[in-house]
C-alpha cells in the first residue's frame, strides 16, 4: 500500500502493516503521519519520565513512553478492526491487565503529549476529544516553545473541566496519585 493509496477507513491492521519509514496514528479511522521530533522534545519526555518512574518503584501503575495505545468503540469483532490507535509521548497505566505484548488496549490513566508546530492542532483538538471520549482521567499538553503544561481534568459528567496552567515555575499535583507533584524546572531545565 502506497502513501497515495487512500481508503476510507484504516484500522488497526494497517498500523500494523504500514510500509515504509513513516511511523503512523490512526484516529477514528483516519491517519496522521508522524513527523521524526526535535531533540528538546526527547529531553522533556526523559525529565517527564524520570519523575514519574522514581515515584512509581514498588506501585501498581507504570509509565511508558511512545507505547501504542489501541482504543476500540467497542463493536470490533478483533483487535485488528480497531479504528483508533496512538502512540502518546507518555502513559501511566494502573490497570495491567490493560497492558499486552502490544501495548495497551483501552484508555490509560494519564496521558501526556508534548506539541510541536506539526502536532500541535491534533494534540489539541482530535487527542483532546479522544482521550476525553474515552475516559483518560488527566490529559497534559506540553508545548515547549512556551514553557507551559496545560492540564485537563476528567469530571464526574466525562469531560474535561476548566485547564490548569503551569509555567516552568510550576510544580504539578498529580491528581490520579496521592502525593505525586512534578517539577516543571526540572522538566524545562533547557
Known amino acids: ?12 491492521e494497517d498500523y500494523l502493516n504500514w510500509p515504509g519509514e513513516h511511523k503512523i496514528e490512526i484516529i477514528d479511522g483516519q491517519v496522521y503521519l508522524h513527523t521524526v521530533p526535535p531533540r528538546i522534545h526527547q529531553e522533556i519526555s526523559g525529565a517527564i519520565v524520570y519523575q514519574f518512574s522514581n515515584y512509581l518503584k514498588d506501585k501498581k501503575c507504570e509509565v511508558y513512553f511512545r507505547l501504542g495505545v489501541r482504543l476500540p468503540s467497542g463493536n470490533e469483532k478483533s483487535d485488528k478492526e480497531i479504528k483508533t490507535v496512538v502512540e502518546p509521548d507518555i502513559i501511566v497505566v494502573c490497570d495491567k491487565l490493560k497492558l499486552d505484548d502490544e ?9 501526556v503529549e508534548i506539541t510541536s508546530p506539526s502536532t500541535a492542532r491534533i494534540d489539541k483538538v482530535e487527542k483532546f476529544n479522544l482521550y476525553e471520549k474515552h475516559g483518560v482521567k488527566e490529559y497534559w499538553i506540553v508545548e515547549p516553545e512556551v514553557k507551559l503544561v496545560t492540564v485537563f481534568l476528567l ?5 474535561y473541566g476548566r485547564p490548569n496552567i503551569y509555567t516552568e515555575e510550576d510544580k504539578i499535583k498529580v491528581s490520579i496519585f496521592e502525593d505525586l507533584v512534578i517539577d516543571l524546572k526540572d522538566v524545562f531545565n533547557y
Open 1 to 12: 500500500m502506497s502513501l497515495t493509496e487512500r481508503k476510507k477507513v484504516y484500522t488497526y
Open 103 to 111: 501495548g495497551c488496549k483501552g484508555a490509560p490513566d494519564l496521558i
Open 155 to 159: 469530571q464526574e459528567n466525562g469531560r
